[in-house]
């Protein structure tokens, strides 16, 4: 359990202006619950409940009669349910610039991916702001408090302090935010030139993003994790002094493995293994890596995961888009790994709705394993605990309860495609998937009403369809 924390961790964060908050003091009460979803350790479902939060912390939790507010900022959740707030374990926000980008609409992973690369070559950090401001309003009106972003791309010419402009973009909406500074050294057919950088300048911009952004306190808002893309990009020096710098300055290792069948094939004939095992023979074993996608492993390597008690972000509407394969979510889990959740790149989901990932993530477990495998409650344990604990934040996040930060997501009781559910929290899952009324962060309101406060959303989508079609458009003129 995390000990509540007097100061906000950004009050006086030395570093990186942008993700700087003026602290949340003062009392939030939310009242009128309707079910609030705990995931506590005895994942209790409380009727008729409150919050009570403070500094940011929750102080108690309680069923029944609220306790006085006097002074407290009161939300009335109007009989809703209340979930933790969820957590986004694996993204590529700048990809929503090419959302179902019609030349790539229909293929698998590595021609998808080959035929998105041209687009961005000359990207800029002012395309990746607006691209993550619009990531981050989906995140946040579909109950994420808590997301990450594998940013890879940086276009070799050009691409100065790419990444800070995410965390600029994420802290100006409020929304907590873990910055994997992704890479690729070895240029592929997919891969130019053009898309790779040194490892020198990779390992020395990690370095910079974590003195600049980095907070490793409890209630933080803003991290960043080491993330090479995949093993046919980047040599094993590349995950080997990654995991080096990242142990040494106490940061988490994030990238793609065992995603496609192809790319398994292609790591035995190139590299003489299988890449879960060249990449732990290069340092990436432990409780500090998560996987995304993490589909084709065999018995041995679901094993081996479990008893390094890595993670596995999980990224099922990606997945069936693709076509990619079904991920052994139950038996990673019985094995001891974590299982989360991920929205993966807009250019493969292609929408950013995180209740909606839990949701396809049952259904998916469904279609393989049979309507036992997977219920609503164990969907929500992935998009909530199974999330905090795989970005490194199981002590401050991911449940509701005294001592955790106040990350809460606040849903409508039912809408039009839930409406006369007998088991509201059943249905949230199991029905169409619905937005937030309210979101609170660090016990600051960051949604009310069904809107993202501080953005006008009008002109942010429109400067991002502009920046989309300067995309497509360029692509035509080759
Ligand atoms: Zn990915």
Known sequence: MAKPNPSHPSDDMPRGGAARHATPKGRLLVRNIGHLVTMDAS???LKGAWVLAEDGWIRAVGEGRAPRADGAEVLDARGG??????VNTHHHMFQNLARAFRP???????????GHIPLWRRFTPDDLFVATQVACVELMLSGCTLTSDHHYLFPRDGAGDILDAGFHAAAALGIRYVGCRGSVNQPSDIMPEWSTQDLDVILADCDRLHGRFHDARPGSMAQ???APCTVFGCSGEHYRESARLARHLGARLHTHCGETIPENHDAVERLGSRPLAYMARHGWEGDDVWLAHGIHFTDAEVRRLGRARMGVAHCPVSNMRLGSGVCRVNDLRAAGATVSL???GSASNDSGHLLNEARAALLLTRVVHGAGAMTPEQALELATVGGARNL???????SI???KCADLAVFPSSDLFSNGAHDPVHGLVLCHARNVDALVVHGRVRVRDGQVLGVELGPLLERHRRTARRFHDGLKKG
């Open 81 to 86: 349910i209340v979930t933790p707030g969820m």
């Open 342 to 344: 991920g929205v993966d």
């Open 224 to 226: 960043v994790a080491f």
């Open 392 to 398: 490194g934040r199981e002590a401050d996040l991911g």
């Open 43 to 45: 994942r209790r479902v």
């Open 401 to 403: 309860e005294p001592g």
């Open 104 to 114: 790539i609409s229909n293929l698998p992973l590595l021609p998808w991916l080959a």
